[in-house]
């Protein structure tokens, strides 16, 4: 805290050096040179200071300036230009457009402008417009295929905000958890997750940044451009700018934006619909003789769904209508998706944002309801934020940014045994999902569909507990997942102009919220009910001081930065959860606990310490070399040996400006190196006990099963890249092309080690994981014409991992498991392979051939769950972004695309293993359905080697033990697809009112737009009804394993946007 | 102007050069950094009543049938990790016996060091028994060893034995805090660690009789369980976090998922067992004890059959593990073997009478049972017999009659599922093929010629 207050102390003191010189008034208009138009919206800034204004809407401005002062008038595709003031009180400007647009700027590390131009490593920024086409719920999915390198795994919009992972070229540690920073106008904010591999998907709370809000997202991919971020930035920034308000007297803009999109669930999928729920395809009868539906079987192999009247589980019911009648055993073919609601999703947002001569400001409030396509589902969110302005005194400014956001959501379960997802996994194709729809009767007794079956001696039912799974309705209505959170983040930070060469500025930051998850298990349902609930804290706080110092001189230029940072982190934590049932129905409270409530208090906190230095030097516009060293000091690491530094050195040059070749607008080359790091979580250097169950009175500890390492260093990954950015013909074509090599050394792991060791994991320093690959953006406007624009952007990016080593002695490191029904898959990474290889049963097959091996049943052999099938990493992902615009129409389409990589899919497995899947009512090639006897022709055909004789067989087996017991259970070969696909992720449709029509309206623009959120799929490679494209399951860093996936949801819906 | 620069450069350096934290900062507040021998050991003896309560157990005794989602009674081969047995008992255990600061508070020191011992030697021996070799002595050393080598079983025992005599003499007087199972009673202790070496010699009965007989005479001499008093149980409560597995499963997790197989009511309700009703309770369908035939996939339900018994599934239900019944039944056997000089019978009917006052509360109904011509004692029939008996008196621990199972081939009406014979082991657990791989291929390679298989067999399984 002392070296905070120094910080503040320091920059008060500054105040103090306010230098005044003879000040005077200057005015003019700004015109364009080509036609002379006035010119609104001009910076005019008094060199050296950050004093200035803005022209109004006739061009026009006045400042008052010292009569030595230059002016520097600059605005965004004109060339900047510098008038000496020399006493004149008249100055016009005529602006020369900038046909080439070199001189972009963009933000890099710590929220340093630079001109892109001189930097040495690869950034990417994204329009916040584009990032914003489609007011996707979280924001950082709308990264998916617009910045190349950048993988993102999303989820079903059916959570609303679910989890959208970034993966940043390729995963770079072994343990998977890699995280790109995310920072917003400065401030480093959470992307934690407290969603578990199934249940309710709360999503990443990266989200919390209001889309609309978004100025522009710079993705500093690699550590030579976030070797600024230390220990933090070993996986690169995604940088988030956020809007502003403008300098200038009248410039007063307030903006309405409201979109309106009903939300759809689709792409089910596929089922059969010839046999119904049960086990045998015979009926069980009643001791009256009537039949009746096996209740008790939550799979579909059972009678032919031909409508034999029979007694359904609504007529077992004594206060149902259908008590005791016998009704047509018939299928509901569209049970599944009768389940799903139409959703809508409606977002309003209102901004207000101006300035005048020392103040900007934006203000702006969003608001969004979403009712989910699960019933009873819903997301509530407000983002309350303002960023603020203020020159105190000429050359000291405060700026503040202070964003609120609030969420407030009652999510669906997704996994295969939760909520309603399991209904693709365990179900009966004869139930009819209207019915299950009134799950409660007038006398409060809960309608399920799963139950014990009827006495043989009365023929009635009479216990109405679910036997394993509930009523979806009951789920959906009882069994409910509630979250909130309040959420603030931002910060307050002075500048100070002291010559004008040299800044200085420092800042708080700040990010701080407070996660509420609630979850209720009624009675009445199959499980024992409870209670739980939680309350999450976490605060995290920056203090920063940054000075800089830009010169030039002749043919050189200068740009130095020494800085120091501290970061605090306090988090904590209250979970409280009743045991052994709840005392009275309906009174959901830790009180009401039957047993001794299961309790966790948890306090963290970690402090980071760091001082940094950059120099960039730039020679004849044309030479650029960087070089930047960063300390940082952790308190997670071990005490006496917790100082690291990072450095990075990078080139580039502007090989355009030593030739006179007519097409190339621009060429620049680059190439990088730089050291970044990363270090663990507190508490993993010192041993601690677990606490254990209480037995009566005996207090009981245990030795946790991780093993804790008091010489833990952090890891480190050394990174080359090099690239190339050429643009010909006047800008209309752009090339940008890197290549990288990643190498992500002593990564610290908690390696899964034999558990004969006495632990199941150990912190430590291992490995090595190498990732090389290329991106490319392609950049284009094919068509210009003064009516018609085409502008289209391409990108891919292509990565290549290798885990090249373990640690000694150990050449496998897994990852994850998964294990349903005894049967075990692993994700685990093999020294010398690629990273994340799916690991699990396969079919045995016969050496020299390669067929099936068959057992003496003739049904197929598998292996142990130690078949390597492969990476689940894709090849290549991409994403193709065209914007056309026709006079004041235009279309923005956005696709994205995946290459290769693999999952399992439980759903689809479960599927076939309950006998719901199509492949399960297949016609044989004798003809006969496959669940047809064997001596009737039915049955699977199956073709292999006997494992016995070694003579090859040709058989038919019996469809249900094939699909239920062998192929459906225990080969996951079967049940493995490639994750390939191409998506038409966003499509917007929008017109903008001309100025004849806004003229006779108060307002400045208008603009009306059709937009269309996930349309469409248009190619994959799994099969229909399972998106590859959000598999992903909740924290778990990489999906590797489908199960249970909310459906697919598409919105349509209208958005309009007026300027006043 | 200077001034500013030079107070910048300071105040960065003060903002920079700090790595000293407080020193507590990294000092996990959450859990204890210490932890008394007592309450390791009795977060140990936590895991005890998993050893028995396993439907996979039950399986490979036969004692349950499935009544849906018939599987494990198939008899798949598949993988079963032993892992959590290291990680969680024997990891607290060998915590207690490394430790340098054990507290006298907690009873003496050499107590605690013996029950721990005892303790980890129990559930050692079960491991061995269930998967054949295991890492034993380069087991339990955390960082020192992630790849520990298999001992092989026999050499396993040998020191199992050791271990056990060695705990049986460093006792002291003075009871130890913090025992679930016998409320720090030393003496029970003692007698547990001669009877489970009782039982190891027994184990060896086929494959070195000489040494079972010359163990068996030692331990039954050092003094073994006298009364049902001594039994190791655990004794579960009327909590949810101390209940009986298999009142999650069936009372909780509504999975009426057991019947008692259509060998055990055979065996028990043509001769009147009195702990039948305890066992099962009669199909709801009938009223009756009917058996369902055991791995049967069609003719299946939880009407028809008799499913496991309330009082097994209630959940505060106790869960024999080493028990004075087992105790009488192997000195019949070392007395039909003639390893000792007593009477078989003698031990035979006071066997069933302890089972029978175990699982029923009361010894009635003995005499008349006993009286039962196909239960009474024939010498000319023994280790049938016997064998037959402990089987029915082992119900629900089933790996443990599993192992007599294979060491005696009793009961030996046991059916083979689909064809599928009983295994004679448990397959090693998957992932060791790539935690501990040179060990685990070696270990494999040497028992079961390289096929890590449900039917290879352990080293006293001859």
Known sequence: ?1060 | MKKAYILFLISGFLLGSCSDFDEDINKNPNLPNQASGTQLIANAQLSLPGLASSPKGSSMAQYLAETQYVGLTLYPQESTSFYGYYQGPLENLQTVLDAEDLNAADGPIDNQLAVAKILKAYYYWNLTDRWGDIPYSEALQGADNFTPAYDTQESIYNDLFAELKEANSMMVSGSITNDIVYGGDMDKWKKLANTIRLFMALRLSEVDPAMAKTEFSAALSAGVFTSNDDNLVFEHLADANNQNYWYSQVVERNREWWALSENLVEEMKPVNDPRLAVYGDPARETGEYTGLKFGEEDNIGTEEFALLGSKIFAQDAPVYLVTYAQVLFAKAEAAHRGWIEEDAETNYNMAVEASIEQWTGSSDGAGDFLANPKIAFDAGNALEQISNQRWVHLYMFGYEAWSEWRRTGYPNDLVEPNGNEIPTRLSYPDNEAFNNEANYEAAVGRQFNGDDSIYGKVWWDE
């Not at chain 1, 036609?35 to 200035?52: A, E, R, S, Y």
């Not at chain 1, 009401?592 to 970690?606: C, F, G, Q, V």
Request: charged share 20%; glycine share 10%; proline share 4%.
């Open chain 1, 1 to 1060: 805290m002392r070296n905070k207050i120094t910080c503040i102390a320091l920059l008060l003191f500054f105040q103090a050096f306010n230098m005044m010189a003879q000040q005077g008034e200057v005015s003019g208009t700004v015109t364009v040179a080509s036609d002379g138009m006035t010119l609104p919206g001009v910076n005019v800034v008094v060199k050296g200071t950050n004093q200035g204004t803005v022209t109004d809407m006739n061009g026009n401005y006045a400042i008052n300036v010292a009569a030595d002062a230059t002016l520097v008038f600059s605005s965004l595709g004109f060339e900047d230009q510098e008038q000496a003031v020399n006493g004149r009180s008249e100055i016009n400007v005529a602006m020369v457009e900038d046909l080439e647009g070199l001189d972009e700027v963009v933000v890099t590390a710590l929220g340093i402008s630079r001109d892109k131009k001189s930097l040495g490593y690869a950034t990417q920024e994204v329009d916040g417009e584009d990032i914003n086409l489609t007011n996707e719920q979280n924001v950082l999915g709308s990264l998916a295929g617009r910045v190349a390198g950048v993988q993102v795994t999303g989820s079903s919009g059916a959570s609303m905000g679910g989890t959208q992972k970034i993966k940043i070229r390729g995963v770079n540690s072994i343990s998977g958890g890699d995280q790109p920073l995310i920072v917003v106008d400065g401030t480093p904010i959470s992307n934690a997750n407290f969603s578990g591999s199934d249940g309710a998907d709360y999503g990443n709370l990266g989200q919390d940044v209001n889309p609309n809000d978004i100025a522009s997202v710079n993705v500093l991919k690699g550590p030579a451009a976030s070797a600024l971020y230390g220990i933090r930035g070993q996986y690169g920034v995604i940088m988030i700018t956020t809007k502003k308000g403008k300098k200038g007297v009248k410039d007063v803009q307030v903006q309405l934006n409201s979109s309106f999109t009903l939300e759809h669930a689709a792409d089910f999928l596929p089922k059969q619909n010839l046999y119904g729920g049960g086990s045998s395809q015979s009926f069980s009868t009643l001791p009256n003789g009537d039949p009746y539906v096996a209740v008790s079987v939550d799979e579909s192999w059972g009678p032919r769904m031909d409508g034999t009247p029979v007694r359904q589980v609504f007529s077992f019911y004594p206060q149902d209508p259908t008590y005791g009648q016998l009704t047509p055993f018939v299928p509901h073919p569209d049970n599944i998706e009768n389940y799903y609601e139409t959703g809508y999703n409606l977002n309003n947002g209102i901004t207000v944002s101006g300035g005048n001569e020392n103040t900007t400001y934006r203000l702006s409030l969003n608001d969004t309801r979403i009712e989910g396509v699960e019933p009873n589902s819903y997301l509530d969110r407000n983002n309350l934020s303002l960023s603020a302005s203020l020159d105190l005194v000429e050359n000291l400014t405060v700026t503040t940014n202070i964003n609120y956001a609030r969420n407030d959501a009652r999510r669906p379960g997704q996994g295969s045994e939760v909520g309603a997802a399991y209904l693709n996994q365990w179900f009966q194709r004869n139930l009819d999902m209207k019915r299950l729809k009134d799950y409660k009767y007038d006398d409060g007794t809960f309608l399920h569909w799963n139950l014990r079956n009827p006495s043989s001696t009365t023929g009635e039912i009479t216990n109405f507990d679910p036997l394993y799974w509930n009523n979806p309705y009951f789920n959906a209505y009882e069994n409910t997942s509630e979250d909130r959170r309040d959420r603030l983040f931002g910060d307050v930070s002075l500048k100070y102009q002291i010559t004008p060469e040299l800044e200085i500025s420092g800042a708080i930051r700040s990010d701080m919220y407070t996660q509420n998850i609630e979850s209720r298990q009624a009675f009445g349902g199959t499980d024992t009910p409870e209670y739980s609930v939680g309350k999450y804290q976490n605060k995290e706080w920056n203090y920063e001081l940054l000075a800089q110092y830009n010169k030039d001189f002749d043919e050189f230029s200068l740009n130095a930065t020494l800085g120091g940072n501290i970061f605090s982190r306090k988090y904590s934590y209250l979970y409280m959860e009743t045991v052994g049932g709840l005392s009275s129905p309906g009174f959901y409270n830790i009180e009401a606990s039957i047993d001794r409530p299961e309790t966790t208090s948890y306090l963290l906190e970690k402090q980071i310490r760091s001082a940094f230095a950059m120099v960039s030097l730039g020679y004849q516009d044309t030479y650029f070399l960087d070089a930047s060293i960063r300390n940082d000091n952790s308190s997670a690491l071990p005490e006496d040996n917790n100082s690291y530094y990072y450095p990075s050195v990078s080139g580039s040059m502007i090989f355009s400006e030593l030739t006179d070749w007519e097409p190339l607008s621009f060429g620049k080359i680059r190439a990088s190196y730089a050291q970044a790091g990363s270090d663990l979580s507190p508490y993993r250097t010192t041993p601690a006990f677990g606490v254990g169950t209480v037995y009566g009175s005996t207090n009981t500890l245990f030795v946790p099963n991780n093993l804790n390492n008091p010489d833990i260093e952090p890891s480190f990954s050394h990174s080359y890249e090099a690239g190339l950015d050429m643009r010909f013909f006047k800008n209309r074509l752009g090339l940008d092309f890197t290549y990288y090599m990643q190498k992500n050394k002593n990564q610290i792991i908690n390696l899964d080690v034999s558990g004969a060791s006495g632990y199941s994991s150990s912190t430590i320093n291992a490995g090595l994981i190498q990732n090389q690959g290329f991106e490319i953006t392609l950049t284009g406007q094919p068509i210009k014409t003064e009516d018609f624009l085409w502008d289209a952007v391409f990108n891919i990016n292509s990565n290549k991992s290798e885990v090249v080593e373990l640690a000694p002695g150990i050449d496998v490191y897994t990852y994850g498991s998964s294990t349903y029904s005894s049967v075990t898959t692993y994700l685990n990474s093999y020294e010398g392979e690629p990273f994340g290889s799916l690991v699990g049963q396969a079919y045995q097959r016969d050496e020299a051939t390669g067929e099936i091996l068959l057992g003496s049943d003739n049904m197929p052999l598998y292996t142990d769950a130690t078949h390597n099938f492969g990476s689940v990493l894709p090849d290549f992902t991409g994403g193709f972004q065209n914007t056309f615009r026709y006079k004041n129409f235009s279309l923005a389409a956005m696709i994205d695309f995946q290459g290769g990589g693999q999952f399992f899919s439980r759903s689809k497995q479960l599927g076939v293993r309950t006998g719901q899947d199509p492949i399960t009512v297949q016609i044989n090639d004798r003809g006969q359905n496959v669940r047809d006897p064997l001596e009737d022709g039915g049955g699977v055909k199956v073709t292999g080697i006997s494992a016995e004789t070694g003579e090859p067989v040709e058989a038919y087996v019996n469809a249900r033990s094939y699909y239920r017991n062998v192929v459906g259970r225990r080969i996951y070969e079967e049940w493995l697809y490639d994750a390939s696909y191409i998506k038409l992720r966003e499509v917007k449709l929008g017109y903008n009112f001309g100025k004849n029509l806004i003229d006779r309206l108060p307002f400045d623009a208008v603009n009306v737009a059709l937009i269309a959120r996930n349309p469409a799929m248009i190619w994959q490679k799994a099969p229909d009804g399972i998106d590859p494209s959000s598999i992903s399951t909740g924290s778990q860093s990489i999906s590797w394993y489908e199960s249970g996936q909310l459906p697919t949801v598409r919105s349509y819906g209208i958005n309009l946007n007026i300027t006043f």
